[in-house]
């Protein structure tokens, strides 16, 4: 069972290696291979680390026989007997919650969503918004096509509209291209070295000759290293910061931008393309919660071709993805209700989860398959066996796994607070949902889907609790 445990796991790890993120990739690839050789280490390190040891006292082991858990055990096996149908209702309700509070689950994020509040670098961030007018770069390419073709009057006049329209945002700063440099140059030109009004005579000459004298060939524009024409004069650059905005604002404003910088620049003549940090970060936003409905649905279609290939049975595979589909749907309603984003910092919630809690589904069902050919095909004993025997190394194991991931909650990382607390929340509702509606649903289609193909998988499973002979370990081939 463990090994089985262990390649699921790694198997859901190992679907972001097929999402076109690189960093999903990376994630998933080191994540898989951890978990193998965590899985293998612990098959030879663990029994050699305890062979050392005396035997276990009774003070070591008496944890396992607590009388809560077993009380918990108890309570939900008489619950599954004589409530069936409560849970079914309860478990429709909070369908209906979850998919009511997926409705209103937002996607967004910017740089310092995450950062703590009372941090220093919020702090210096937000000094130079409130005084400098932004720190994200936006940056806007506009290609004529042809040599030079940035020294024409209309152009730069086209350029400076561009500018006044640019100016209209409060969230963007004072945007700077190479036609500040053109006036600053004619006002010192016309001024002939006499002190003359802050804005008098920075203006844009109307003829080229003027211009081509005023900036050397453009020499003066890129003496600064600010690069905002290219070589040949054919592209300019305008270049201006912007506030740090959540991502939909920042695509609405990016939206309505584009009619307007294409009444001015005729498409069909200009190539303009808007660019910088502010834009790279937006456009990864998207890519990044794109691939999240497209990983999970990976993680979600590996995982039951694998559980088919265990069970043999496709009608077993739809049983177990429901109890852990739930938890799912509850997080992300709760992510919904208290106004959670989905965002690059929690699209790895709902991947990471599943693919750890369908660890206890595959533990339950090869216990209870070992039970149905204990009590010759008894479903309703072996569904009480298989829930008394695992549900408290369920219990504790989800435990273990709540608070190890609850402990992240204590980060001044944003993203890691969200990440611990979801991942939690998420496991508590699978345990509940693996020990209350996996059963549930076995009594209730038990003969739906204990098929012959069921009673005679691939895999021959044995529990590592019981002592077996490994002799009797084999394959299968049919």
Not at 129 to 151: A, Q, S, Y
Not at 342 to 352: A, H, N, R
Request: glycine share 4%; proline share 4%; charged share 20%.
């Amino acid at each position: 069972i463990t090994l089985l445990t262990n390649l699921t796991t790694a198997s859901g790890f190992a679907a972001f290696t097929l999402t076109k993120s690189e960093t999903l990739q990376e994630f998933g690839l080191v994540a898989a291979i951890s978990i193998i050789f965590i899985f293998i280490i612990s098959l030879l390190l663990i029994p050699i680390w305890f062979s050392f040891f005396p035997k276990p006292k009774l003070r070591h082991t008496i944890h396992l026989d607590k009388k809560w858990v077993r009380y918990v055990v108890e309570m939900f096996s008489n619950w599954i007997k004589n409530k069936r149908n409560v849970i079914y209702v309860f478990s429709s309700i909070l369908t209906i919650i979850g998919f009511f509070g997926l409705s209103m689950v937002q996607t967004t994020g910017n740089v310092t969503d995450d950062l703590p509040r009372t941090g220093d670098v919020y702090k210096d961030f937000q000094f130079f918004e409130n005084n400098f007018g932004g720190v994200m770069p936006l940056e806007i390419i506009i290609d004529t096509k042809k040599k030079g073709g940035i020294m024409d009057p209309n152009f730069m006049q086209n350029v400076q509209k561009l500018q006044e329209e640019l100016s209209n945002y409060d969230e963007f700063s004072k945007p700077v291209s190479y036609i500040e440099f053109v006036k600053y140059a004619c006002q010192a030109y016309q001024a002939k070295g006499k002190p003359v009004e802050a804005d008098k005579y920075r203006i844009i000459p109307l003829y080229l000759d003027d211009i081509e004298k005023l900036i050397d060939s453009n020499n003066q524009i890129n003496s600064l290293d600010i690069k905002l024409t290219d070589e040949i004069n054919s592209k300019s650059r305008i270049s201006l910061r912007m506030n740090d905005l959540a991502t939909p604002v920042m695509d609405t404003i990016l939206s309505e931008l584009r009619p307007k910088i294409d009444s001015i620049f005729n498409p069909e003549e200009f190539d303009v393309v808007i660019t910088g940090s502010s834009r790279v970060f937006l456009e990864g936003t998207k890519y990044l919660v794109g691939n999240l409905a497209y990983s999970l649905l990976l993680v979600i279609l590996l995982i039951s071709i694998f559980m088919a290939w265990m069970f043999r049975s496709s009608r077993m595979v739809i049983v177990s993805l429901i109890p852990n589909l739930i938890p799912l749907l509850l997080t992300a309603a709760i992510m919904g209700y208290f106004s959670i984003p989905i965002k690059p910092s929690t699209i790895l919630v709902f991947s990471i989860a599943f693919g750890i809690s369908v660890d206890d589904t595959i533990h339950f069902l090869a216990k209870y398959r070992q039970e149905l050919v204990a009590s010759n095909w008894n479903i309703k004993k072996s569904v009480f066996n298989a829930l008394k025997e695992t549900g408290v190394s369920m219990i504790y194991t989800s435990v273990v796994l709540f608070f190890g991931f609850f402990v992240f909650v204590a980060s001044d990382f944003g993203g890691t607070q969200v990440l611990g607390l979801l991942v939690s929340i998420t496991l508590f509702f699978a345990m509940l949902s693996n020990l209350l509606l996996l059963p549930a649903l076995l009594l209730t289609l038990e003969q739906l889907i204990t098929t012959k193909s069921f009673k005679e998988p691939l895999i021959d499973i044995f529990d590592e609790e019981e002592d077996i002979d490994l002799k009797q370990l084999k394959v299968k081939i049919k």
